[in-house]
């Protein structure tokens, strides 16, 4: 006989309330805080190397949202996405070098600036798409590593910019295990900023400008104001993530921040899935990850004889640029909705089981 107090097997959501949670049961809930709670003990019982994995996962994952939001959920397309990133990085510093502005109120303000550049260089936006947004987005890339490189009052030049440490009550937080708080409050926080925005008015304004502009125009949306809002919003995430990456650092150079910076922001969030909140970390994770399995694959290979001992670490560089691109076709053939979809669908096998068909 089965128990009516037995948790019916299936999906039984019969509001917009409960379609539209941030968390479908409580336990996972619960699960997330937990989670949040293991790490703030990581610093205790991990290494710097496992610290560094985890801030690179941050701040590049912050940045990787604010494009997600912008191309996943708008349905816009931006080439320029690393411009920004460094934008922010500069900017972060340049306010506290300048003008003694305190490096953790700098970040934000970095992140506005940021927000605001953005806007300027997404303004083609509200009149063209496709193709030629996107040479439009490449054109911002070259002008803003035009602008680095030229405005030595604001990044220093060929010279680069020195970015201090985040300062807090009288305490310089200048280690791995220090900075590992600040970038995992930065981390919470703006992912749970961006999936609070997707739930807004707003986000359901970007996602009908996404499915279908005419029909979003019919029902009164904006169709200008929101795609240029979708670029300032992205640009805003970027700027946090690159000011968070600068004062990691401790140093900002405009090398860092090329058109392949750009491309990697892109794969971030094509293999962690368009469109999804939780992919664009996913799909952080795994291009932060992938270089480090990349090396332990090349130091095996070089291990058994395969490899001359001089050429690893040509074909180590070799292997770290070709990887991003062979993943993106990989995944564009056969996971085109990424990660979060995969993760998705190994939800929906056990909360169906035994009846997963």
Known sequence: MISLSM????????????????????????????????????????????????????????????????VGFTGQISLGHGA????????????????????????????????????????????????????????????????????????GGSYGAAAEPVSLFGYTLDSDQSFFYIALFALVFMYLWGTNLMRSRDGRAFVAVRDHYLSAEIMGINLNWYRLLSFGISSFFAGIGGALYGHYLGYVSAEGFTLMMSIQFLAMIIIGGLGSVFGALLGTIFIVLLPEVLESVVALIAGTGLLPA???????????????????????????????????????????YPFAY
């Open 7 to 70: 948790r019916p097997c299936g999906d039984f959501r019969t509001s917009y309330k409960a379609d539209n949670q941030i968390f479908e049961t409580s336990t996972i809930r619960w699960l997330v805080v937990a989670t949040i709670i293991a790490l703030c003990f990581a610093p205790l019982v991990l290494d710097a190397y496992f610290l560094t994995l985890f801030i690179q996962v941050a701040y590049l994952g912050i940045a990787a949202l604010g494009l997600n939001i912008l």
């Open 84 to 155: 920004f990133f460094g934008f922010g990085a500069f900017a972060s510093a340049w306010l506290n070098n300048e003008f003694g502005i305190p490096v953790w109120l700098a970040i934000p303000l970095a992140g506005w600036l940021t927000m605001v550049v953005g806007m300027i260089f997404g303004s083609p936006a509200a009149r063209i798409k496709g193709l030629y947004l996107a040479i439009a987005t490449l054109a911002a890339q070259f002008i803003i590593e035009d602008f680095f490189a030229r405005a030595g009052w604001f990044s």
């Open 310 to 352: 001089g050429s690893v670490a040509e074909s180590m560089a070799y292997f770290k640029e070709m990887a991003v691109g062979l993943v993106i076709i990989l995944f564009l053939v056969f996971e085109p909705q990424g990660l979060a979809h995969r993760w998705r669908q190994i939800k929906a096998y056990w909360k169906f």
